[in-house]
């Protein structure tokens, strides 16, 4: 990470995980299109539990970027005892999070999904998947966090591998228990749950296989582990705002939700269709978002400006030409992807306009998404933290409120790609303060060593 060529390790880096990612987006969006088959009303109703899995996953995702951001930095700054020690408590913070959720999802998902108690058969498919999805979410939890520690050490293989292993078991599983092939029994929606933490656990057992080999560059010790007060502070130090730049998602899609279910459930159903459309687009450029971080985190480490600033560089360059043709698609075909949902004669109508209408938010989100990595990968989550609040509580859910109100439905998606340029506009002049504090002096720092 600190000698090769920046262009071409970014992509030697980022392409396992690109793949592996849309393996993700390509189980996300089958697992949808299954349930769709069974009626509108399933997919609602999976599209309501959305925000609820989200927020476990935001849990998993933001900590083990904390995890992976200080491990790249202890690697890059030659402290090999202090990279395995993070490497450890990761599991432990991974396990501490998996009993609040575990417990709080097997427990009460009527609770959580109360204000849609209107409609019966939605609310019953939705308390069924989230019990499922959420009382075994640990599986997600340990997956993720041994991939995000395997991902510090420049390894993008075996991570992709991790992913690769649960996508595919969802995708086969899928069909035989939501419709009973096979042998097994029709399971519905519950079906597409079990096949869904099944992947889980196929991810979690194979990443604990690559974890604790003798091979890696990282050790993690568990016998005699005892958690230090001041690695998780340096790990939620990044880790933190990366959650709350995660949760937010949750907070902002469980809005909209109920501002679209003022119209009809059909829009929510729109909604939760075009994430998982998009997740096609988005996902290569969150694996490229993690081939870089450990670029960027490594050469931080190693006060090597020059390569710093060309994997933020080329990463935007990346991103921008991937978010183009996911604009293309999205105005040239959005007929096309709704058909693959058994769209009915009103979802196509309402969604074609979303679509259409989201995808102009898409150049916006690529430079965000780059720029965000380099504030998380320099120790300075905080900024990532401040451009998701901008973006999703402060601008889109209000904004979206006031649209809905004022012009209708129609205008609601307008929300999305005014929420995204002026996010950008906070994050520029986060950069220069960024730049300017700890970037910039790099240079005076290796000189000053030399």
């Given at each position: 990470?600190?000698?090769?060529p920046v ?5 030697k880096m980022?392409?396992?995980m690109m ?9 996300n ?23 609820f899995?989200?927020?476990f996953?935001?849990?998993?995702v933001?900590t ?18 202090d ?6 408590t ?6 501490a999070?998996?009993?609040v959720?575990?417990l709080v ?6 609770f ?6 209107d409609?019966a058969?939605?609310l019953g498919h939705?308390?069924?998947?989230l019990?499922?999805?959420?009382g ?15 991902q510090?050490?420049g ?19 899928d ?14 929606v519950?079906?597409?749950a079990?096949?869904?933490?099944g ?19 990282v050790s993690?010790?568990?016998k005699?582990f ?14 933190l ?5 995660q ?5 902002t899609?469980?809005?909209?939700n ?5 119209f ?17 687009v988005?996902?290569p450029?969150f694996g490229l978002?993690?081939?870089a971080?450990p ?5 931080f ?15 935007v360059l ?9 604009l293309l ?5 959005p007929?096309?992807l709704l058909?693959l949902?058994?769209a009915s004669?009103?979802m196509?109508?309402?969604?074609m ?14 430079v965000?998404?780059?720029l965000?990595t ?10 990532s ?5 901008c973006?999703q ?10 649209l809905?109100m ?17 996010s ?8 220069r ?6 970037i910039?002096?790099?240079d005076?720092?290796?000189e000053?060593?030399?």
């Amino acid at each position: 990470m600190g000698v090769q060529p920046v262009p071409s390790l970014l992509i030697k880096m980022s392409l396992p995980m690109m793949a592996s990612m849309l393996v993700m987006a390509l189980y996300n969006i089958v697992d949808s299109i299954f349930v769709s088959r069974i009626s509108e009303n399933a997919l609602t109703a999976v599209s309501l539990v959305y925000p609820f899995q989200m927020l476990f996953i935001s849990v998993a995702v933001g900590t083990g970027v904390g995890v992976n951001s200080l491990i790249a930095r202890r690697l890059g700054e030659r402290r090999q005892a202090d990279a395995d020690r993070a490497a450890a408590t990761g599991q432990f913070l991974a396990l501490a999070s998996a009993v609040v959720f575990m417990l709080v999802y097997a427990i009460f998902p009527e609770f959580l999904l109360a204000s849609f108690a209107d409609n019966a058969e939605i609310l019953g498919h939705a308390t069924v998947y989230l019990r499922i999805c959420g009382g075994l979410c640990g599986f997600a939890l340990f997956s993720t966090m041994a991939e995000k520690t395997i991902q510090a050490t420049g390894d993008t293989i075996r991570p992709m591998l991790i992913q690769l292993a649960g996508a595919v078991f969802n995708i086969v599983f899928d069909p035989i228990l939501i419709f009973g092939y096979l042998g097994f029994p029709a399971m519905g929606v519950a079906g597409a749950a079990v096949a869904t933490v099944g992947g889980q656990a196929v991810s979690m057992l194979l990443g604990f296989f690559f974890l604790f080999r003798r091979s890696n560059l990282v050790s993690v010790q568990l016998k005699g582990f005892r958690p230090e007060r001041r690695v998780i502070a340096d790990i939620y130090r990044v880790g933190l705002p990366s959650i709350v730049m995660q949760a937010i998602g949750s907070v902002t899609t469980f809005a909209l939700n109920n501002i679209l279910y003022l119209f009809t459930p059909t829009a929510v159903s729109v909604l939760g269709v075009y994430f998982k459309l998009q997740s096609f687009v988005f996902m290569p450029v969150f694996g490229l978002n993690s081939g870089a971080m450990p670029i960027m985190g490594y050469n931080f480490g190693a006060r090597n400006k020059k390569r710093l600033m060309q994997a933020l560089k080329c990463g935007v360059l990346y991103a921008l030409a991937i978010m183009t043709v996911g604009l293309l698609v999205f105005q040239l075909f959005p007929d096309v992807l709704l058909e693959l949902f058994d769209a009915s004669e009103n979802m196509m109508q309402i969604g074609m306009i979303a679509l259409r209408t989201i995808s102009f938010c898409f150049p916006f989100a690529a430079v965000g998404i780059m720029l965000s990595t380099l504030f998380q990968a320099v120790g300075q989550g905080v900024n990532s933290m401040i451009m998701s609040l901008c973006r999703q509580i402060i601008v889109l859910i209000p904004v979206a409120y006031l649209l809905a109100m004022e012009w209708g439905l129609n205008a609601v998606w307008y929300a999305f790609l005014i929420a995204e340029a002026a996010s950008l506009l906070v994050c520029v002049a986060l950069l220069r303060r960024t730049y300017a504090r700890y970037i910039k002096p790099l240079d005076e720092k290796t000189e000053a060593i030399a």
